[in-house]
């Protein structure tokens, strides 16, 4: 059985939004993941919730990180300031806001903001959490998910499959579309719970 050749190996330095499934599909709570060093900031320190769902940030370096919420923020909170790879941070959200935070030792390559939603089904948690960066593509481009990648298509604008992968089983996916024509393109997402979304990106 040969692996698709446009499906290139999981990176461990990725940024990534994973989910733990507490066990057992179909609890209304959940933890999500996040990775914390410098250079994780906007949506890849970002995702979508809702009340009563937690947030673990992990330090994935040695330097000195915190996470601190910003004034605006609806709920306030804040760790250590610790160095220490593999320390996690955890904070439970219960409240329907924006929430803006920070690394406040590297205030401008560390940012983030958790939005939190009243509820949220589990359809709405995986469209809502899709990341590709970038989704202007000149070669390679990243995928990360809340929920486990099945498959994944890319169609042309026009229809026409042009890539496709099967068996992903994945919360992340490097993809080298290199060979595509310029254009615009459609990714369809399946995840291996049954969810399925749409991604469009541009291929230089
Ligand atoms: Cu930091």
């Known amino acids: 059985m040969q692996l698709p050749a446009l499906l290139k190996p999981i990176t461990m330095k990725t940024i990534l939004p994973i989910i733990l499934l507490c066990g057992f599909f179909g609890f209304s709570q959940q933890t999500f993941n996040l990775n914390w060093q410098q250079g994780i900031n906007g949506a890849a320190a970002s995702l979508n919730i809702a009340t009563g769902d937690t947030v673990t940030w992990t330090w994935t370096n040695g330097s000195p990180h915190n996470v601190a ?19 996690t941070y955890s904070y439970t959200f219960t409240q329907v806001g924006t929430n803006d935070y920070v690394c406040t030792v590297h205030p401008s390559s560390m940012f983030g903001t958790i939005t939190v939603s009243s509820t949220m089904s589990n359809k709405e948690r995986f469209s809502q959490n899709l990341k590709l960066f970038p989704t202007t593509v000149d070669s390679q481009t990243q995928l990360t998910s809340l929920y486990e990648i099945e498959n994944v298509t890319v169609y042309s604008i026009t229809g026409a499959k042009v890539y496709e992968s099967k068996d992903v089983f994945s919360n992340i996916v490097n993809f080298d579309f290199s060979s595509l024509n310029s254009g615009m393109y459609v990714m369809k997402l399946n995840s291996t719970q049954g969810q399925e979304s749409m991604l469009k990106f541009v291929k230089n």
Do not use: L, M, N
Request: zero cysteines.
């Open 69 to 87: 919420s910003r004034a605006a923020s609806t709920e306030s909170f804040s760790s250590e300031t610790i160095a220490q790879t593999g320390y």
